[in-house]
């Protein structure tokens, strides 16, 4: 285990510090190298990672294209103006309308897709609302944790949704069907506390006259109310390649690139520029840390915790549900989720796919791996990214001071979501 686990713990520490600027795909595919090298995976190890991944991947690519077309038309800014001016000044309703933005944009736009293009938009309008330092931090604060909280309803909401759908054949439907009340739970739940949390730091009253129209904002109308038209379209075909059991990157990553195409050619965005700075690091990110997870998987630690949770399923089938969502919580905190949902998939596969009643158990494991990196800076891709477009704009957001208030804040909303696929709830 040794062996595995330090090339494990180097590879995230050389992806979170990116010494020498290194990129994050980068560091985990050196990372995947070395550990073909020294042998512990093999190469059909890494043909059934690549086999694992490929697909989530390649459609987390397609929805960040697509948010990053629908950010050039000014879509997501008209929705966060629209959102301040329905507030009508008050600053309380202005926070609840900045979470349901939240959690709506990360359901539709995944996670990742949330917290880059969200982030810089709240910002500037936060600093142009004159708002002090610790307004603003509580909305960020805010608008990054629901972010991951929100990102449960779809297959396409988070990368961790779309490798534990597939791993165990959960179709479309049957995941929207089965994750829309734990969704609904999380965005409720997380509102509240965040209420309770960051109350005091929130103003009464906010001029909201500073900010403009809405519709000035936008660089095509035509093709802002036809995003609309588009997005419903897209995810009817999600629904039809679910009943033909297509893969859903066909859907996400083409529709990215075919309202790129039309945003083209109406001079709204530029094609080539788009794709060359989409996040494909996220290719190489996925496939060469999943590899190098896949070498402790080898060393037998998913085989630990498998028997960790038929002790817990001998004991009680909910306590099990409870159980495995904090343990995937824990490993997400400390070790980033992207390696915990994987690892975690492989143990449960033996106990969910021999029999369908544990299911629950899979959508624990989301649940734990959605919420849990919120303890920690760097316990997803998503949070990652905010902190460093937050620091490119001029916000500094020390280690203890977030994850004093991870650690506040998601244990509670965690427990309350993983009772929602319990009888207790």
Known sequence: MLLPFSIF??????????????????????????????????????????????????????????SMVFDEIGFFEWLAIKMAKLSKGNGKLMFVYTIILGSIVSALFANDGAVLIL????????????????????????????????????????????????????GFLEYLIDMTFPFFVSVIASLIFLLLILWRDIPDLIDINLLKNPDEVLKNKKLFYWSWIFLAILLILYFIGDEFNLPISLF???????????????????????????????VWFSIGLYIVVYGLKNAGLTEEIKNIIIKLIEIDNNLAIIGTGFLSAFLSAIMNNLPTVMIMDIALGDIVLTNTDYLNLAYANIIGCNLGPKMTPFGSLATLLWLHVLERKGVKITFWEYSKFGLIITPPVLLIVLLSLTNYF
């Open 252 to 282: 996400a990553l083409s529709g990215g690139i075919i309202f790129l195409g039309i945003a083209s050619y109406l001079k709204v965005a530029k094609f080539m520029l788009t794709i060359k700075t989409a996040p494909w690091q996220i």
């Open 9 to 66: 713990v180097v590879t995230l520490v050389a992806i979170i510090w990116r010494p020498y600027n290194i990129q994050i795909g980068t560091s985990a595919i050196i990372g995947a190298v070395i550990s073909f090298l020294v042998g512990t995976v093999s190469f059909n190890d890494m043909i059934d990672v690549t086999n694992i991944v490929w697909d989530s991947t390649l459609t987390l690519i397609g929805i960040i294209i697509l």
């Open 119 to 170: 982030t810089p938009i709240l910002l500037s309008k936060m600093r142009i609302l004159n708002l002090n330092f610790k307004t603003i931090v509580a909305f960020l604060l805010a608008g990054g944790f629901i972010s991951d909280s929100a990102s449960l309803p779809f297959v396409f909401s988070n990368l961790t949704n779309i490798i534990t759908a597939e791993y165990f054949d959960i």
